[in-house]
């Protein structure tokens, strides 16, 4: 084989040199459409997590439409059972209110004849209860009047006794028996039990017959009558049993 001339060489090289620059910028033509791709890429991954942001977005705002178009739709429901309620109501109280006066009338013809029945009565009974008051309070006043003349009676016979009975006490009455001395003392001490608050005893000389007076002559180991009064006993035990006769 015939070995090719240089020429023929230089042709090879040049059109390799072509072909390897055509391939060259066909490398840097892919390069940059490469380039391209992963840009328009990158964008479309930009918008689809943009579209799913808005997607979820827009879902919540949906789900949150939702619920409150149910919450609505229950309140109307809750409303419009009331308000079927409230018309009820109002339908039963028009006929109430249309029966009050027929039912007022009757009342009020049944209180009038009530009042006038018991008002005649308790007119009556004010009137008997104002006269027997007024009786009473006469019959007090004429109780009243007649207890403090008695007190005063009283009283004036009492201060009589005692200036008496003060003016015998410091004597001696060696005439009198020991009866007629008792029996104005018991006179003395009934009076004085009855009004006062009063303590009796006896005072003078040695002698002169204290003990005797309000004792007594009997005994006193001698068991005496409760009850029956005995000529030896003093002013005490026929005080006593003046107080528990």
Do not use: W
């Not at 809750?78 to 249309?98: D, G, I, P, Q, W």
């Not at 201060?159 to 018991?186: A, D, H, M, W």
């Not at 180991?221 to 005995?230: A, F, G, K, R, T």
């Amino acid at each position: 084989m015939p070995e090719p001339t240089e020429n023929i060489l230089k042709e090879r090289v040049q059109k390799l040199e072509r072909l390897l620059r055509a391939r060259e910028e066909r490398i840097v033509a892919l390069e940059t459409e490469n380039a391209m791709l992963y840009l328009k890429l990158a964008e479309c991954q930009g918008t689809v997590r943009s579209s799913r942001y808005e997607s979820s977005h827009f879902r919540r705002l949906f789900e949150a439409e939702e619920g409150f178009k149910k919450n609505v739709t229950k309140s109307i429901k809750t409303c419009y059972s009331e308000v079927r309620e409230l018309k009820e109501n109002l339908n039963s109280l028009k006929s109430v209110v249309a029966q009050m006066p027929e039912e007022l009338s009757t009342y009020v013809e049944k209180a009038k004849f009530k009042t006038t029945k018991f008002g005649s009565e308790e007119m009556t009974n004010m009137e008997k209860m104002q006269s027997k008051l007024m009786e009473t309070e006469m019959q007090l006043d004429m109780a009243l009047q007649r207890a403090a003349a008695e007190k005063d009676r009283r009283k004036t016979l009492h201060n009589t006794l005692v200036v008496s009975y003060s003016r015998e006490g410091c004597s001696s009455f060696p005439s009198n028996p020991s009866t007629k001395i008792k029996s104005r003392n018991n006179r003395t001490a009934a009076t004085n039990i009855r009004i006062y608050n009063v303590c009796i005893m006896a005072y003078g000389q040695t002698g002169s017959g204290k003990t005797h007076t309000m004792l007594g002559s009997h005994d006193i180991d001698v068991e005496m009558d409760s009850e029956q009064l005995n000529k030896d006993e003093g002013i005490i035990p026929r005080a006593a049993k003046e107080l528990f006769r």
